[in-house]
């Protein structure tokens, strides 16, 4: 114990000073009253988190896209940063979150193929995290076709993936997106008990068992909700892994009839029981809501592992998704207490 104490001490330190960048309530309450994008990248400027990202940039040239992209850019400059400062033992933590990076990052690349529009661009990733990729960004988004898109990743693990997906009948990007998550959730599942001992397994493996089930509750929900997709179909999406959900649940829940008969059946689920639904006004929030739950008691569980590094970068990704949220609303012009109401 003592020893794990002593191997720990560092990376907590490290993780806890990083974690005091992150954005604050009232950071948001001062970013939503911003009347211009102007305004709010200067703010962001001022962050130790993103000057280095937004300095030598125009705040008055940016557009969208690459106001995005620096600020999703700033959950990788921090993930270099943590690797860097990390042992051997502490590194085989992080490489699970790397494949998580990789995949996400061949899903906004995916994008520009369905949407010419869409721009995502590999400039001022970090330097470390860019060398780890096993893709070619620039050749990604260079492509104009799914053909052509699968033809540049023959040499990767991604390619009998996606080419299965494209045999199937009339794919979407949503298909090819939920194939790529299931991927990677099957790979790091078999993976973990091979690169991890002792707590950060534990930890892991909690994290990672939980976060599935989550995901599939939500999957099934949305399916349901928003894409009236048949029951035989929501198979096809679930990630082949249970935890706290057990098999026999997650085919009830696909099974349910209708929208409502799914949250009475969710109801006695035993994420509900446990972690409460006090205050949720949606089910994304209660998706949010239950996670970050679950990411907090990992770390107060497992002081002395890898958690308090994995909760430090998924409360990194909620302060992306915020800001690109408030970015949004600056440029429709919403009230603030209205962007208020967007932020998670």
Not at 79 to 95: D, M, S, T, V
Not at 212 to 230: A, C, G, H, P, T
């Amino acid at each position: 114990m003592a020893n794990n104490l002593l191997s720990y001490s560092g990376i907590t330190a490290k993780v806890k000073a990083m974690e005091s960048n992150l954005l604050k309530n009232e950071d948001y309450v001062k970013i939503s009253n911003f009347e211009n994008i102007p305004e709010f990248i200067n703010y962001l400027k001022a962050n130790p988190s993103y000057e280095s990202l937004f300095s030598g940039f125009d705040e008055g040239s940016l557009h969208r896209g690459q106001i995005e992209q620096l600020i999703i850019n700033s959950l990788y400059d921090s993930y270099g940063r943590i690797y860097r400062f990390c042992n051997q033992e502490q590194r085989k933590a992080l490489i699970f979150l790397s494949f998580r990076f990789e995949t996400n990052i061949i899903k906004h690349c995916l994008q520009h193929v369905f949407n010419d529009e869409y721009e995502y661009k590999s400039t001022n990733f970090d330097a470390f995290f860019s060398k780890r990729l096993k893709v070619n960004i620039e050749q990604l988004t260079s492509a104009k076709t799914m053909d052509e898109f699968i033809n540049l990743l023959k040499t990767t693990e991604y390619y009998p993936i996606l080419n299965a997906v494209q045999n199937s009948h009339n794919p979407t990007v949503f298909d090819y997106e939920m194939q790529l998550d299931i991927y990677y959730f099957k790979k790091v599942w078999k993976l973990k008990d091979k690169y991890l001992k002792g707590d950060s397994n534990k930890a892991y493996t909690e994290i990672l068992g939980k976060t599935v089930d989550l995901l599939n509750i939500m999957w099934i929900y949305r399916s349901k909700k928003y894409y009236d997709i048949d029951s035989s179909k929501i198979y096809s999406y679930i990630i082949p892994i249970s935890y706290k959900l057990k098999k026999k649940e997650i085919t009830t829940l696909i099974e349910s009839g209708s929208v409502e008969d799914f949250i009475t059946l969710l109801n006695t689920n035993y994420y509900v029981r446990v972690y409460g639904t006090t205050g949720i006004t949606s089910f994304e929030n209660l998706y949010r809501s239950l996670l970050t739950k679950i990411y907090n008691s990992n770390k107060q569980k497992y002081p002395n592992s890898m958690a308090p590094v994995q909760q430090f970068l998924y409360l990194k990704e909620i302060e992306i998704d915020n800001l690109t949220t408030v970015l949004e609303c600056i440029r429709y012009k919403l009230q603030p207490n209205e962007t208020l109401s967007y932020i998670q």
